[in-house]
């Protein structure tokens, strides 16, 4: 059956009218525009799951040499912590944390990744869905089915706002992929179609407003750090939906906001490292070329 949708309001009408789950009608959406099968779909799908896998175990087995020598070995410091119980926010989190702020140095150090979906929003769904693997021991079918249903929610963002930086703030970016996140792990715990998207848009509406401002103008820092608050308001936003909880708003009123602030956002705060942390004198220093 071919599937199509722009909005989530048309998402949401057709998982109730057939009974399916937000991933099942992305899939279907697939199918019907790319002619692709659906087991040539998933198995797309679980290349870029082992993408994220072995970017994640790179970056957690010895710190990566940047370009830009902003960072290196974080993941690895935070997942020592773990491992000896001192974590202060718990294992899952933890966990999802290293994972997400590991990946972001693989990326940093030209390694291969998944733009999910940015390259500089590429740790927040692998963090997700990995660590919580790691806990909860789903399985490579059950990711492939929240990578799928993250897809819908940054399929929407990027149809209806924007996912770039540059356009629209480090809110288009590590904010979407942490609405992404958001519904694929409440979409993994059970939670209806609705609850998915309440979590993608709760996760949108409590990262509204950041601002992109790559010190040096590399994606390094704050860019790292940031893949471990999108990733754990995912969690938060997770947690939330299956509680019962819902978005402020409805998802596409959450998205249309977004988009609203991102085009508000002033030149010197979209990507440009013309304003924000990367003006800050100490932040200058610690790039070889200094401000620009």
């Not at 940054?154 to 770039?164: C, E, F, P, S, W």
């Not at 040096?216 to 860019?223: A, D, Y």
């Not at 596409?252 to 979209?270: F, H, K, Q, T, W």
Request: aromatic share 2%.
């Amino acid at each position: 059956m071919k599937v199509n949708f722009t909005t989530a309001a048309e998402l949401l009408a057709i998982c109730k009218e057939e009974i399916i789950s937000p991933g099942e009608a992305m899939l279907r959406r697939e199918e019907g525009l790319t002619g692709a099968s659906r087991a040539e779909i998933r198995d797309r799908l679980s290349c870029s799951l082992e993408i994220m896998r072995a970017a994640a175990q790179t970056a957690l087995s010895a710190p990566q040499k940047t370009m830009g020598g902003l960072i290196g070995g974080e993941a690895i410091s935070l997942d020592r912590r773990r491992k000896i119980n001192q974590s202060v926010y718990g294992d899952t989190m933890a966990r999802s944390v290293a994972i997400a702020m590991g990946t972001l140095e693989v990326n940093a150090s030209m390694g291969l990744i998944v733009a999910a979906p940015t390259a500089g929003s590429c740790g927040v769904l692998p963090g997700a869905l990995l660590g919580q693997a790691e806990v909860f021991g789903f399985s490579n079918e059950e990711l492939i089915d929240g990578l799928l249903t993250a897809s819908a929610v940054g399929y929407l963002i990027a149809r209806n706002a924007t996912v770039a930086g540059a356009e629209g703030g480090c809110q288009a970016e590590v904010g979407a992929a942490s609405a992404m996140a958001a519904a694929a792990v409440t979409g993994l715990h059970g939670g209806s179609p609705e609850q998915c998207l309440w979590a993608a848009g709760t996760a949108l509406v409590n990262l509204m407003g950041l601002v992109c401002d790559p010190i040096g103008g590399l994606v390094e820092s704050p860019c790292q750090g940031r893949n471990g608050i999108g990733v754990a308001g995912a969690l938060v936003a997770a947690e939330t939906a299956l509680a019962g909880v819902p978005s402020p708003a409805p998802l596409d009123e959450v998205i249309a906001a977004m988009y609203a602030v991102g085009r508000a956002l002033p030149s010197e705060l979209r990507e440009t490292a013309m304003g924000g942390i990367a003006i800050a004198p100490t932040a200058c220093k610690r790039c070889a070329g200094g401000c620009k």
